[in-house]
């Protein structure tokens, strides 16, 4: 997987072949509802998290991998940020790669652990269109549970237990995980809830729940983790960034938490991945300078 280059006419073609226009930045054109996007009404195979490995890989066409992990809500609250993120996702694609070489997205769907018969949806890691394709076959459930909070850290546990990923391994550099959602972090996840288990969902036996500092003190080393709240001015006072942002910080840090609106979800997805690759660059490029000085003053 994850060969290709994601390319804006192929989007247009994928778009138009659905009844879509495109506007002149690259974005669909028009007002459509979660239900018109996103169609499946139920887990679809490709998408199916149990006992899989998503293999992220670094190859001739693409040497240098970024592996990222977009992560959406799909519970009930959720439903028009994907769909803001599904119309800009060419806008995205297209700015990335003129910034970025070798971004390849895998596409997640979280709900509750606690509550939901499917809390959790990963596809393969890609680099062209079928990132869009494997983003409309995501499943929104539309559930969650009055515990206050959605399962925002099952991503976490899945990058580290279900991937084999390149960058990681072969050349030490850190993947890419973005959550977006609009309810304060969990505090640990269930290995059982009323509908699924770990074992139902990802095919893994545990023996007890995972705490969420404990988690991401093990994601951390692999991974940097981000987290956009998404402010759609359908929720209380409690579901505010001023309630949650906070809940995220004490755990990934304030600058890893990022206040979003329906309209720049898409600029903050391609900050994150541009300016984090880019100081990976600078980073390598500084470190072997420095090497290349203290090897001819020896």
Not at 47 to 67: T, Y
Not at 101 to 130: H, K, L, N, T, W
Not at 167 to 176: E, L, Q, S, Y
Not at 212 to 235: A, C, P, R
């Amino acid at each position: 997987m994850g060969s290709g280059r994601w390319t804006e006419d192929s989007f247009r073609s994928y778009s138009m072949a659905r009844g879509y226009s495109v506007n002149k930045s690259g974005a669909i054109d028009g007002n459509y509802s979660n239900q018109e996007m996103f169609k499946s009404r139920n887990l679809v195979a490709e998408l199916n998290p149990k006992n899989v490995i998503r293999e992220c890989c670094d190859s001739e066409e693409h040497p240098n991998v970024v592996p990222v992990i977009l992560a959406l809500d799909v519970t009930g609250s959720m439903g028009q940020a994907a769909v803001e993120v599904s119309k800009k996702l060419n806008v995205v694609m297209t700015e990335l790669y003129n910034k970025v070489d070798d971004v390849e997205f895998m596409i997640m769907g979280i709900g509750d652990m606690a509550c939901d018969s499917c809390p959790a949806q990963a596809s393969q890691f890609e680099s062209d269109i079928r990132i869009a394709d494997q983003l409309e076959k995501v499943y929104f459930e539309f559930g969650g549970g009055g515990n206050g909070f959605e399962s925002y850290t099952l991503p976490w546990y899945f990058a580290l237990n279900h991937t084999k990923i390149d960058a990681i391994n072969k050349r030490g550099k850190k993947g890419i995980i973005i959550t977006m959602g609009d309810e304060p972090i969990n505090p640990y996840l269930p290995i059982r809830g009323n509908r699924a288990s770990f074992e139902s969902v990802f095919g893994d036996t545990l023996e007890e729940n995972i705490d969420t500092t404990t988690l991401y003190n093990q994601v951390k080393d692999k991974f940097e983790v981000f987290h956009i709240h998404v402010n759609h001015g359908n929720v209380s006072n409690m579901y505010s960034f001023e309630n949650c942002g906070p809940t995220f910080a004490k755990v990934i840090g304030e600058d890893h938490v990022i206040n979003a609106t329906l309209d720049d979800i898409s600029e903050h997805i391609i900050s994150i991945i541009s300016n984090y690759a880019n100081n990976e660059v600078n980073s390598t490029s500084t470190t072997a300078t420095k090497n290349e000085n203290n090897n001819q003053n020896e």
